[in-house]
């Protein structure tokens, strides 16, 4: 995937879709690395801000913590 690719996937997902990916990638994944890992941590948490506490906490339920 590209750069420009992932910069578009990020910008169409969800909060609970980039927390998936946050939570399950693998270590070192391209999409926590360098630019990209700096841009996705900026959106992911510019998308929780705009939510709720009770909207982040069911986001962080759905996702749970176990593939």
């Not at 890992?37 to 339920?61: I, P, T, W």
């Amino acid at each position: 995937m590209t750069t420009k690719e992932m910069t578009e996937w990020i910008d169409k997902a969800t909060y609970q879709d980039l927390l998936y990916k946050w939570r399950f990638e693998e270590g070192g994944s391209p999409w926590f690395c360098g630019e990209i890992g700096d841009y996705y941590k900026k959106v992911m948490f510019e998308k929780r801000n705009m939510l709720s506490h009770a909207d982040q906490v069911n986001a962080s339920k759905s996702v749970g913590w176990e593939k």
